[in-house]
């Protein structure tokens, strides 16, 4: 029983080997626009037979770096269900990754492959968690790293990098800025690229999550699930958990794609945008906005896999929902005081997308909100929706 694994162009169904050096397809690659979307993103796909109750993963498990990498928990916010009768509603908490966030689940995978073609570094861009990720999960592997991080991302992400010993370039710009000097990079020193959706297995690492999902919702005696809100930003998570939910119905594991909600900061929010424009392709994107919001993580003026995750939502019917910072930051006490669980302000946009929605889903529907990132990684977000000076060191106000 031996499957065979490959790239394939969603656009053009082009097909590639998975070996180094390969990342877009070379022909619509060159539909590559200025200050647009990635072309040419990948798709992985196989042929063959898969070993029933197994996730297919494209590398051979035994590269995986000795680290615990997903099977996160999914749980039930009982009190959370009771305050707003939604008796279906779980949470997939992935702050429980080892360096607090989902991005572990692509580093994972990125790491299994560099182990496996004795490549020894590996570079990228990030607003910052798929940097303290790729550290995280780097150093478990023994694996060089360099990221590529602007100047203003949050202190613990920055240091997260540093503490698991990568090497770390401030980019004095934003993202957009960091993703096209660590291009330059890995093209120029032949190093392993992880940047998001340029490289495919960063959406084949996330896709794991749906298959966790959906066995831990039949063995806890739910359904499989009928929404699942997905915080989004570049669309890489988006596009990883409809990849799951794609292979799970190829495998006759559930009989339905679920409804993703894309769920965007109203001051980041190019792919609702292009969702509502009834356009497609480069069209769809083309008036690129300065993104504004407190939530780092999902802050991108021009969403890398946004030809990618648009396409994907037409395909499967998926929707869009956008909330503003006052919103995200009520909802992030409130998640936390109602359900114990810390989550950084981007997670949160999922949390409070459902929020605003949640009234137009029938209370029989199973809905699962993604929870991405710890609270932990950004304090001074929470500083700001507590209401306290951020310059304030004790925040009971009483001096020891
Ligand atoms: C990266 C990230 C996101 C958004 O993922 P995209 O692939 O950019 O859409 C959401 N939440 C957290 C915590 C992240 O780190």
Do not use: H
């Given at each position: 029983m031996s499957i065979k694994w490959f790239y394939r162009c969603p656009a053009c169904a082009a097909t590639y080997a998975i070996a180094p050096g390969r990342y877009l397809c070379e022909h619509c690659a060159k539909e590559q626009q200025p200050q647009r979307p990635l072309s040419g993103v990948l798709d992985v796909d196989w042929e063959g037979?898969?070993?029933?109750?197994?996730?297919?993963?494209?590398v051979d498990k035994k590269w995986l770096p000795p680290i615990p990498v997903g099977n996160t928990p999914l749980w039930a916010p009982r009190r959370l269900r009771d305050e707003f009768g939604a008796p279906n509603l779980w949470i997939k908490d992935d702050t429980c990754n080892p360096s607090g966030s989902f991005k572990d689940r692509a580093s994972y995978l990125v790491a299994a492959f560099a182990r496996e073609h004795r490549l020894p570094e590996?570079?990228?861009a990030s607003t910052g968690n798929a940097a303290s990720s790729m550290a995280a999960v780097g150093a478990a592997a023994g694996?060089?790293?360099?990221?590529?991080?602007?100047?203003?991302?949050?202190?613990?992400?920055?240091?997260?990098?540093?503490?698991?010993g990568a090497e770390l370039v401030a980019v004095n710009g934003n993202y957009?800025?960091?993703?096209d000097l660590s291009l330059e990079y890995s093209t120029r020193s032949g190093s392993l690229s992880r940047n998001t959706a340029y490289n495919p297995l960063t959406i084949e690492g996330k896709k794991t999550v749906s298959f966790e999902m959906v066995d831990d919702l039949l063995r806890a005696g739910g359904n499989e699930p009928d929404h699942v809100f997905v915080p989004t930003g570049d669309?890489?998570?988006?596009?990883?958990?409809?990849?799951?939910?794609?292979?799970?119905?190829?495998?006759?594991?559930?009989?339905?794609?679920?409804?993703?909600?894309?769920?965007?900061?109203?001051?980041?929010?190019?792919?609702?945008?292009?969702?509502?424009?009834?356009?497609?392709?480069n069209d769809a994107f083309s008036d690129p906005l300065r993104s504004s919001t407190i939530a780092d993580s999902i802050a991108v003026d021009v969403p890398r896999n946004g030809l990618h995750a648009l396409a994907k939502l037409r395909k499967h019917g998926g929707r869009v929902v956008t909330v503003d910072d006052q919103a995200i930051l009520a909802a992030q006490q409130k998640l936390s005081a109602s359900s114990g669980l810390f989550a950084e302000p981007s997670s949160i946009a999922a949390f409070a997308g459902w929020l605003k929605v949640r009234e137009s889903i029938p209370a029989n529907q199973t809905c699962v909100l993604l929870i991405t990132g710890s609270g932990l990684k950004d304090i001074s977000a929470a500083t700001l929706g507590l209401g306290l000076n951020p310059g304030h060191q004790q925040p009971t106000g009483e001096q020891a």
């Open positions: 037979e898969v070993a029933a109750g197994s996730i297919p993963l494209p590996i570079v990228l694996l060089k790293i360099k990221v590529f991080l602007p100047a203003a991302a949050p202190v613990a992400k920055r240091i997260q990098v540093l503490q698991y957009d800025a960091a993703f669309g890489v998570i988006l596009a990883g958990v409809y990849r799951g939910f794609e292979n799970l119905k190829r495998l006759g594991r559930i009989a339905k794609m679920p409804t993703l909600w894309a769920c965007q900061a109203e001051g980041s929010s190019a792919i609702a945008r292009a969702f509502a424009s009834n356009r497609d392709g």
